[in-house]
């Protein structure tokens, strides 16, 4: 039986005036206003972060030249490989997402190739890479560790994977991280990242547990707060140069 959607607007209901639209939208909650009022899809209140895209967009511009940037990946296969660029602003303490990258069932080899662009600009030793835990895992074709691969390609793998400055890598804890810079406007996300948005529209728990599921990018930029301590400047003088870490500004103290 053939079957066919229509999408909806609440502009399309033409019976309503200009003025009781902006009452209606007013009454919904930030985090339904995208399914409510555009019939975007939604998982309502189970989202792990409730916020109007909107709130989080924002229009590409230019890097201000003292803004230090980082990169993180997520490692994947059957579902994505994903990396995120970020820039921080280190005295507003804001991070911009900048570019996002996903694919799946290629090799590290084709990964590097297209990651290596972001950091074409950075002088020895490049483009600083976060990374999780799985990176210590062994690739089946070489037997080689999955960052080390990464790195004999060309790319600036922190040395270990990203952890808190007090040890530890839970999951929940950067979640929670994620939310107050989402809830405070320090996280913010270039409106092209399209497919990131994609991801944070539609993530959400189930009886009170995370769903792995379309969380990849979502996963990377945690990973990329997570770095924002070995964040650093291209082509930066040797006289102002900190090494791959700078701890002049702790990300993490509020």
Not at 174 to 196: E, N
Request: charged share 20%.
């Amino acid at each position: 039986m053939a079957r066919h959607v229509t999408k909806m607007t609440l502009f399309d209901a033409e019976h309503y005036s200009a003025e009781q639209r902006a009452t209606i939208i007013e009454s919904y909650p930030e985090y339904e206003r995208q399914a409510r009022v555009y019939g975007e899809p939604s998982v309502g209140s189970g989202r792990i972060f409730p916020f109007s895209e909107e709130v989080v967009k924002c229009d590409p511009f230019a890097r201000p030249a003292h803004w230090p940037l980082v990169a993180a990946l997520d490692f994947g296969w059957d579902h994505p490989t994903a990396a995120v660029l970020v820039w921080w602003d280190r005295e507003g303490d804001v991070m911009y997402v900048t570019q996002t990258y996903r694919q799946s069932q290629q090799t590290p080899r084709v990964h590097a190739a297209a990651l290596k662009q972001w950091g074409a600009e950075f002088s020895d030793p490049g483009l600083p890479w976060g990374w999780p835990h799985d990176g210590l895992q062994h690739d089946k074709g070489s037997g080689q560790q999955l960052a080390a691969l990464y790195r004999q390609e060309g790319m600036a793998m922190l040395p270990g994977p990203v952890q808190f400055p007090e040890g530890g890598n839970s999951v929940e804890a950067g979640l929670m991280l994620m939310y107050q810079r989402l809830q405070s406007g320090r996280l913010k996300v270039f409106a092209p990242c399209a497919d990131w948005f994609e991801e944070f529209r539609l993530y959400h728990r189930k009886d009170g547990q995370v769903v792995k599921q379309q969380d990849d990018l979502m996963a990377a930029t945690r990973y990329a707060l997570m770095a924002l301590p070995h964040a650093r400047l291209p082509m930066a003088p040797k006289a102002s140069r900190r090494g791959a870490t700078d701890t002049r500004f702790n990300p993490f103290d509020w």
